[in-house]
Each structure stands twice: as C-alpha cells, then as structure tokens.
C-alpha cells in the first residue's frame, strides 16, 4: 500500500516530540530570566547604596557625628521611610525600586575615620 497520508499514530509520536521540545526551549527560558532579575537587584542595591553613601560624605561634620542623632554616629541604624533621612528622599531608592530599607553600621578606626556597611533590603 501505497500511501502519502500521515497516520494518526505518526501524527501523535509528532506532536509528542514537539512538546517535549517546546518544554525544553521554555524551561531554559525561565532559567535565563531568572539570574537577570537578580542583576537588576544587585544594581539598584549598589545605586541606592552608592547614593545614601554620596550624602553622607556631602554632609560630615567631625564636630557632631559622635551625637546620637547624627547618621554617622557609632551603631547599627536603620534608614526607611520612617526616619530622618528617608529611602524617599533617596531616588535610587524610591518608589517603584523594590528598596523597603537601607540598614548600615558604622565603626571607628583607630585613626579617627569612620566605616560603613550597608545592606540594602528588598521587599
């Protein structure tokens, strides 16, 4: 018998081997998505971060950062959009980024400077 029709078995083993493909092709998809959403956090993490560091630097003043009110003060402290300054008054940190709060601590060196580490948190 001659006969140039596909059969319905012929048909399903097709149709069987293309999905099996097509979920192949999506799940790397979703893969590859994933990790570049992470970069996109790890970049507005190190602007917001970079940004809260910019302002401390504009406004140090030796003569009072060892007040407890002052932001360069010796501790652990926190920055949200409750406190004095705000993750809003912060446009790497702002609305629509993700950023809930900035937490950092500060520690005096031996020679009279200060360091600081931030961690920057994410909803």
Known sequence: MNNKAFSLVEVTVAAVIFS???AGVFASLGAIKRPAAQTDNSLKAAY???QVL???????DSRDWDEP???LAVGDH???????????SFSACGAGTGVTSVDYTVTAADNGTRRVELTVNFS
Do not use: E, L
């Open 48 to 50: 917001c971060g970079q």
């Open 78 to 88: 926190t920055i949200d959009s409750t406190t004095t300054p705000s993750i809003t």
């Open 69 to 71: 009110s002052s932001n």
């Open 54 to 60: 910019q302002t401390f630097r504009a406004n140090v």
């Open 20 to 22: 099996a493909a097509m």
